[in-house]
Every structure is written in structure tokens, then in C-alpha cells.
């Protein structure tokens, strides 16, 4: 069934990347929209912008209670927040780096998606979609070992959580989006060897995405309207074959040079 419009949503992570994309394109649609980030940022293009940790509960459950107060509701409840530190195995990253992937991407989203459905619970409805990412079908991804280890764990969260939600009013679901070429991209992409970078972006170019396509893919998504259990991929098995048989072949880093 088709979301009626003006929906109000929350997007973590909005401050840059993905989620700024994905928080300005819902608020062009009609949407009424809060962004939030670990630090204060401005509002920007109609999206109200809100200091969260989402780490911390109480911070969140300030950011419920706030868009609860001046919206009357939430609708769309996107975990978009993520940190990827990409570039060495497993074994090789350090402890913290470890600890603030899984604390932000993984502990984070958790204690966002209990606020979020006590709420949804308590208003008689809504939706919490996780953001998904590599490592989310179960397969080792080298030198991304330790972000895809919490991808794989949302993945399971999502899972079981929609099965919480059967017979409930509220909704919860997963979003794939694939590689997006975002500040962490970047950030991660310089830290390659010269030796490797070639290889690396033949792939970047053949599987990456603008945040702004993505953020169409979602809004479309949600207003088209979802299942509770909903599992969407972005980037199929289908859709990088088409990529393949492209003529010239795609290059979509020559946008961010």
C-alpha cells in the first residue's frame, strides 16, 4: 500500500554522506523531516537538524520526545549513523577503532530501534528501517572484515526484530544500499596504496553510487510502501551484470575529481 503523504521521519547520520542526501530528499517530497548528528549542525534545505549520540539513550529518546512534541508523531524511523574503517584485516585493527564501529553501528543502532519501537508501540504505529552494508549477507569481505562483522550482526537484529514486530502495528526492515560515494568513502579511499588504487576503482566504478541515487531509491521505497521483514538490495546480481556489459564502461569517480 502507498505511504499517504507528508510523513514526518527521522534520519540519523544527516549530518553528511548518505544521510544528508536521504534527509533532503524526503523533506523535496513533502516530508517533514528531523536529521540528526553526534554534533550540532544546522538545519538545512527544510531538514531540522537535532545534536544526537545515538550511542547515548537518553540523547536519543530526547530526539523521540522532541520530534514527538513538534511533529505529533514519527513515521519513517531511518538508523542510517555508521562508521567504516576499511584497509586492514580483522585482526589488525585496534581496539578502539573496533570498539567505536561496533559501539556506533551496531550498539547505536540497537539502542535506537528500542526507543523508536516503544514509541512506535505507544503511538499505534510506524517504521524503523536499519541501514544494511557490506558484510550483511554473511560473507567475509577483505579488509573490511571488522565493519562488515557489524553489518552481519544488523542484519540479524533486523531480522529478528521484524519477527518481534509480527502482529504489532509497527514495522521494521532492512536497506542495502551498496557502495555510495560519501565523505567515508573518500576519507577511507585515500588510505589505498598506489599500487592497489587502480584495481581498486576499476571495481569502485563499476558498483558505486551518487547519495543522491540512493536517496531516490529509498524515498521511492518508502512511499511505495513495505512489509514488516522487508529486505531491500539495492545493488543486485543483475544490476552489476548490466554495469559489465556497459559501453563505455561506467566511471563514475571522474564526478569527484
Not at 225 to 239: F, Y
Amino acid at each position: 500500500m502507498t505511504a499517504e503523504p507528508g510523513r514526518v521521519a527521522v534520519v540519523t547520520g544527516a549530518g553528511q554522506g548518505l544521510g544528508r542526501a536521504i534527509a533532503r530528499e524526503l523533506a523535496a517530497a513533502g516530508h517533514t523531516v528531523f536529521g540528526c548528528g553526534a554534533k550540532t549542525a544546522d538545519d538545512f534545505d527544510g531538514v531540522r537538524m537535532v545534536a544526537c549520540d545515538i550511542t547515548d539513550e537518553a540523547q536519543v529518546q530526547a530526539l523521540w520526545d522532541r520530534v514527538q512534541a513538534e511533529a505529533g508523531r514519527v513515521d519513517w524511523w531511518i538508523n542510517n549513523a555508521g562508521l567504516a574503517l576499511t584497509g586492514r584485516p580483522l585482526a589488525g585493527m585496534a581496539a578502539d577503532e573496533f570498539s567505536r564501529m561496533v559501539g556506533i553501528n551496531l550498539v547505536g543502532t540497537m539502542t535506537a530501534c528500542r526507543v523508536a519501537i516503544a514509541g512506535m508501540t505507544g503511538q499505534g504505529g510506524g517504521e524503523v528501517w536499519n541501514m544494511l552494508g557490506a558484510g550483511a549477507d554473511g560473507q567475509p569481505v577483505p579488509g573490511m572484515n571488522g565493519y562488515a562483522t557489524t553489518k552481519a550482526a544488523l542484519t540479524f537484529l533486523t531480522r529478528a526484530l521484524a519477527s518481534e514486530a509480527e502482529g504489532s502495528a509497527y514495522k521494521v526492515g532492512g536497506l542495502s544500499p551498496g557502495l555510495v560515494m560519501t565523505e567515508g568513502f573518500f576519507r577511507e579511499h585515500a588510505r589505498v596504496p598506489e599500487a592497489e588504487r587502480a584495481g581498486r576503482e576499476a571495481v569502485v566504478n563499476l558498483i558505486g553510487d551518487h547519495p543522491q541515487t540512493i536517496a531516490t531509491w529509498i524515498r521511492e521505497a518508502l512511499e511505495g510502501g513495505q512489509d514488516n521483514g522487508a529486505i531491500l538490495s539495492w545493488l543486485t546480481p543483475e544490476k552489476i551484470a548490466e554495469r559489465r556489459a556497459e559501453q563505455p564502461p561506467r566511471d563514475i569517480l571522474s564526478a569527484y575529481r
